[in-house]
């Protein structure tokens, strides 16, 4: 039998994020983060696009990008360790959402409610899109949001940094895979692991990601969560383009700049659920490459250069994340999974709001109530509006 204040089930972004907040607060509570894998060969985390961005329609979301994209920036500084910077190669490269006539109308609204919270992004015509991005097809838009603050990152090099900081700072990091919760009198008492290991515990975060659910059903939950298979494509081409940003539309095309090429995808909503890291060699020929050469002909004489399958950990409700407490159940079991392509973008966000609720008792900077679990329980869903 061992002891910890806080046990946290899973130690990619989210789960090291939580970790480096609680032990950054002073007097900080004992944490201990269970992850099976420390190559992490399988997580979401490292074959994430990398990309952050602030446009959302959900000002819980906006918030959570207006703090976690500053936080990038600084990361290499404030993340050091023994003098070593963090290094996660951000870049403020911007996003660019493009739609037709049938997304013009959300994406104005979006924009006024971005802009109101203090997102700067300029609104495009076609003529304006073109005169940025001359490589583009645009007859058949109607208008782009351009934010230029936004960018992408090496997210492997942003799960070492927060993991490398949270030992420094206290953190135990245990190689070993809960295989059962004991839940009692309304609330989460003690974590078992694969080892025969009992760890007792006055709060467990879930922030398994796409295993998110094989947690849950140890204390009798069900959530609205599955493993969603997607594929990040890296590519190059023979055109020598303009500097792009990271273009998104509403088919889910969504590309940035890597390296001497791109890389990037269309992610399937209709992909059938479950831990499947197969390969699909024909996706980026068949999906991929078509919606490329259609936006910009100079992806005309294109190629695949690797491909990596993996994991969302989809919240097939509103494609939004579950933050909170298992209100009505297990008071002490917390929530953070189910973002749904999300995750790493707010990361930072979530890593101190998830703190807060431990050592606070509430959330202190952003209310993030309503992407708590009362939600689902009603199933009441809260969307974003417009491209995903």
């Not at 959402?97 to 979006?110: C, K, R, T």
């Not at 645009?138 to 993991?163: C, I, K, M, T």
């Not at 309304?186 to 290991?197: P, Q």
């Amino acid at each position: 039998m061992q002891r910890s204040d806080v046990v946290i089930v899973g130690g990619g972004a989210i789960g090291a994020s939580v970790a480096y907040f609680l032990r950054n607060r002073p007097n900080p509570p004992s944490v201990a983060v269970i992850e099976p894998d420390p190559t992490y060969a399988k997580a979401s985390t490292p074959r994430a696009s990398g990309g952050v961005r602030r446009l959302f329609s959900g000002p819980e979301n906006i918030a959570l990008s207006n703090f976690s994209i500053p936080f990038f920036e600084r990361f290499a500084e404030d993340m050091a360790v023994d003098g070593e910077r963090a290094e996660i190669g951000y870049r403020r490269g911007g996003y660019l959402f493009i739609v037709g006539e049938n997304g013009a109308g959300v994406l104005e609204s979006n924009a006024g409610i971005q802009i109101k919270l203090g997102v700067r992004l300029d609104v495009l015509t076609p003529p304006e899109i073109k005169d940025r991005f001359p490589s583009m097809r645009v007859d058949d838009l109607a208008l782009a949001a351009h934010s230029v603050e936004d960018g992408w990152l090496d997210p492997n090099g942003v799960l070492q940094g927060f993991r490398r900081k949270a030992r420094k700072l206290g953190a135990s990091f245990i190689t070993d895979r809960v295989v059962g919760l004991q839940c009692d009198g309304g609330l989460v008492r003690s974590v078992e692991l694969e080892s025969g290991t009992r760890i007792t515990a006055d709060w467990v975060v879930n922030a398994a990601g796409a295993w998110a659910g094989e947690v849950w059903k140890m204390v009798d939950m069900a959530a609205p969560i599955a493993p969603m298979r997607r594929f990040e494509h890296y590519f190059e081409s023979e055109h020598d383009f303009e500097p792009l940003p990271y273009v998104k539309d509403l088919n889910r095309l969504a590309f940035r700049p890597e390296g001497k090429g791109f890389t990037g995808g269309v992610p399937d909503g209709n992909e059938p659920r479950g831990f499947n890291f197969e390969t699909d060699h024909d996706y980026f020929e068949r999906v991929v490459w078509p919606a490329l050469a259609h936006r910009f002909p100079g992806f005309e004489r294109t190629r695949e250069k690797n491909v990596m399958p993996g994991l969302y950990d989809q919240n097939e409700l509103d494609g939004n994340g579950i933050i909170g407490s298992w209100t009505g159940h297990c008071e002490n079991f917390i929530l953070a999974a189910g973002f749904s392509g999300h995750g790493l973008m707010h990361a930072p966000g979530v890593g101190r709001a998830v703190a807060e609720l431990i050592v606070d008792g509430a959330y202190q900077t952003i209310d993030l109530t309503r992407l708590g679990w009362a939600r689902i329980a009603n199933n009441e869903p809260y969307r974003e509006r417009g491209i995903l």
